[in-house]
């Protein structure tokens, strides 16, 4: 080998693991949770958490008042929501299993936020002896077996912006008593972009699971609104470009719109923080302690 040669084989091979180098740099990204994020991912938990059991954000609450309008008409064609008009509602029923199946095209718009959802939702109807019935008769119903998907394309927020999908089970019983009770679970999995004064052009993916133990669904006072009094909990995983944080959420609702959560850190220092979220906004308020 000549000098000339040599010397490019040699320059070829720095250039070789210069290359390996800083693709390994790369590659070995920190996915250690740093101390000083700790508590901003916490708030970034209870904001979106927030948001998907909001009403007006379009979470889980839009289908607790559509499960309250099946309880009350017994179908979903005046679906509610302030502001909220179906584009399009197509529905079947399968007499064999008495299964419905409806699918919502749904824009809502509302001070704090605005929305677009298509919401798939299943159910079935059952007496007190177990049997589905087609129809929900009142005082005779006793059950009802219910399951939703929606893709929300978009949300725009006070202090979030996200893309992300949703699917619910829930199964409410005790009707006929006049205090339905709620058991089930809710998943979300997104992306958002925060836009609030912590957490403000933070972007990172997103997985959140809800269940429902026991809650009871409660009307508000002036009849337009569904809130949920009783517990339920919650796992989260929020994925950024550095790192994964983990959470878990035990969460306390008044029956009257408000809740709070406590949310621990079950990666990072363990610490525990309890905020107050707006059930019907879909709102982080404030950390309480």
Sequence with gaps: MDKFTKALFTAFIAAATLTITSMLMVGCKSTTEPDENQAYDSEATADITASSLGNESGGAGVSFADVSTLMDKGSLSGI????????????????????????????????????????????????????????????????????????????????????????????????????????????RTGSVTFNSPNNKSRHFAYTLNLNFTNDTIVKSSDGKHTYLQGTATSDFTGTTDKYEFKRHTDITFDGQGM???????????????????????????????
């Design 80 to 187: 509610i929501s302030k502001g909220g008009v179906p584009n399009s509602i197509d529905a079947t029923y399968d007499s064999t299993t008495g299964l419905h199946t409806i699918t919502v095209d749904r824009s809502i718009n509302s001070g704090a936020f605005s929305f677009d959802d298509t919401i798939v939702y299943k159910y079935t109807f059952f007496d007190a002896s177990g049997q589905f019935v087609k129809n929900f008769q009142k005082g005779t119903t006793d059950k009802i077996v219910i399951s939703v998907s929606k893709v929300r394309s978009l949300e725009k927020g006070e202090r979030l912006d996200a893309d992300d999908a949703a699917t619910g089970n829930w199964t409410i019983t005790a009707i006929t008593s006049g205090t339905p009770i709620l058991n089930g679970n809710y998943n």
């Design 259 to 289: 809740a709070d959560l406590v949310i621990t850190r079950t990666d990072g220092n363990g610490n525990s923080e309890t905020h107050e979220i707006d059930v019907k906004v879909g709102k982080w308020i404030r950390k309480i302690r």
